[in-house]
């Protein structure tokens, strides 16, 4: 019935028109370096695993609520059933957290969240069901659509309308990339020098100094006196405990310092290097990822910034187009429309917080229901009413305006009403 309808190629190196019977990127994918890169070996990576975390973290703590139009305004559509299952608990297992959190976290990995739509009797959604890249085969059918075969359910093959897909970066419009795949070599040499300097340390030479002992004097004849010569030593002047404590040597006895040699140095550095290309590819900052060597308070600041327009709200669009699109029925998407609330994650702290509350009053743009809406409070009676700044009248008005030099009683209902809990 359903063999005439797909593409499905023999290989992933044919025509781009058929690249779409896959059943994923594959378990692993060598890079340069001679290191496998799959989602176990680069999440041993400690910068790819935060990046991928952070992102995923910040998918699941952000509300996901379904919203009405009326006319020019919005409300919750708190009596639509999406609405409870996408804020609480899209499935019987995980909480809104959990799936948004695990789902991104796929998204970071292998370039795709693949969900399946469980509808009821009556059209309704009554679960999203997580189901992993790998075990997924899409197909590309005769009408240019996505078909999605599963061979653990007995190759049974779903349509768009039974399976949500969320896609990352995509050259075939049918299935995300990830960096993994995109750039291998990238993660590759990260883990390739993390395991050199491993079996730099538990193989390799490691001594921060030397004594050294005139040929005139003679030797020390057994391996014993030399123990303890240098174990003598240590025990004096090792050690935080030690530390400024003064040394005497005798018979022409020298002490010198080993300092780190350049080997080690480019390590570090390469190192360095490593962390800075992973987070790139990801859009995030050093300083999160705990790496902020040189930067000011300030820098940080607008990294943060950076980091939430342009690493943060690509995926939250993302995300939100993709479920209109699979979640929402036809008339619905007329009507309805489905958002994560960002607020969460820019709200600062409360006096920039009550500033710019305050400075969008004042210039006529925020509502005091605006603003309460804003701080997860009420709505109160007569809170819908925008302001017009006195400075901006004609000039010719300015004399009677002038005259007003004290709160009107119109002016302390409204901030009574602004502090009504």
């Known amino acids: 019935m359903w063999s005439g309808l797909f593409t499905t190629p023999t290989s992933t190196s044919s025509n781009t028109t058929d690249f779409t019977g896959t059943g994923g990127w594959g378990s692993q994918r060598n890079s340069k370096s001679g290191v496998a890169i799959n989602e176990d070996t680069a999440l041993a990576q400690s910068v790819v695993a935060r990046c991928v975390t952070l992102l995923a973290g910040?998918?699941?703590?952000?509300?996901?609520?379904?919203?009405?139009?009326?006319?020019?305004?919005?409300?919750?559509?708190?009596?639509?059933?999406?609405?409870?299952?996408?804020?609480?608990?899209?499935?019987?297992?995980?909480?809104?957290?959990?799936?948004?959190?695990?789902?991104?976290?796929?998204?970071?990995?292998?370039?795709?969240?693949?969900?399946?739509?469980?509808?009821?009797?009556?059209?309704?959604?009554?679960?999203?069901?997580?189901?992993?890249?790998?075990?997924?085969?899409?197909?590309?059918?005769?009408?240019?659509?996505?078909?999605?075969?599963?061979?653990?359910?007995?190759?049974?093959?779903?349509?768009?309308?039974?399976?949500?897909?969320?896609?990352?970066?995509?050259?075939?419009?049918?299935?995300?990339?990830?960096?993994?795949?995109?750039?291998?070599?990238?993660?590759?040499?990260?883990?390739?020098?993390?395991e050199y300097a491993a079996k730099a340390f538990s193989n390799g030479l490691a001594i921060s100094g030397v004594i050294t002992r005139p040929k005139d004097v003679g030797t020390i004849e057994t391996q014993a006196g030399i123990n303890k010569v240098v174990d003598g030593f240590t025990a004096r002047h090792s050690g935080l405990r030690n530390a400024?404590?003064?040394?005497?040597?005798?018979?022409?006895?020298?002490?010198?310092?080993?300092?780190?040699?350049?080997?080690?140095?480019?390590?570090?550095?390469?190192?360095?290097?490593?962390?800075?290309?992973?987070?790139?590819?990801?859009?995030?900052?050093?300083?999160?990822?705990?790496?902020?060597?040189?930067?000011?308070?300030?820098?940080?600041?607008?990294?943060t910034l950076n980091y939430l327009m342009f690493a943060v709200m690509p995926w939250l669009k993302r995300w939100e187009q993709a479920m209109h699109r699979d979640l929402l029925s036809p008339s619905e998407k007329k009507t309805h429309f489905i958002e994560f609330n960002f607020n969460s994650l820019i709200r600062g702290d409360m006096e920039t917080r009550f500033k710019s509350y305050a400075f969008g009053r004042q210039w006529g743009w925020l509502s005091i229901n605006d603003i309460r809406r804003m701080e997860n409070l009420p709505p109160v009676p007569g809170g819908d009413i925008y302001l017009a700044p006195l400075n901006m009248v004609d000039s010719k008005n300015m004399d009677v305006h002038q005259k007003i030099e004290q709160a009107t009683e119109e002016q302390i209902k409204e901030i009574e009403l602004l502090c009504r809990k």
């Not at 009596?79 to 804020?87: A, F, R, T």
């Not at 078909?147 to 897909?165: G, L, V």
């Not at 040394?247 to 310092?257: N, P, R, T, V």
């Not at 790139?280 to 607008?302: A, I």
């Open 58 to 194: 910040e998918l699941g703590k952000m509300p996901c609520e379904v919203y009405k139009r009326n006319g020019d305004q919005r409300e919750k559509a708190t009596d639509h059933s999406l609405y409870n299952l996408l804020k609480y608990q899209p499935n019987k297992k995980d909480t809104a957290f959990e799936y948004f959190e695990r789902g991104q976290g796929f998204l970071g990995l292998n370039g795709n969240h693949i969900a399946l739509i469980d509808r009821k009797k009556n059209h309704e959604i009554n679960e999203l069901i997580p189901i992993h890249r790998d075990k997924v085969i899409i197909l590309k059918g005769s009408d240019g659509l996505p078909y999605y075969k599963i061979p653990d359910w007995n190759n049974q093959i779903f349509t768009m309308r039974e399976i949500h897909h969320v896609k990352g970066f995509s050259r075939d419009g049918f299935q995300g990339e990830s960096p993994l795949q995109t750039s291998p070599d990238v993660i590759g040499l990260a883990l390739a020098q993390e």
């Open 244 to 303: 400024f404590s003064v040394a005497m040597l005798q018979e022409g006895m020298d002490y010198k310092q080993l300092a780190q040699n350049h080997q080690q140095a480019q390590l570090i550095e390469a190192r360095k290097a490593s962390i800075a290309d992973i987070c790139r590819l990801y859009g995030v900052p050093l300083s999160m990822v705990f790496e902020s060597s040189g930067e000011s308070y300030k820098s940080v600041e607008q990294n």
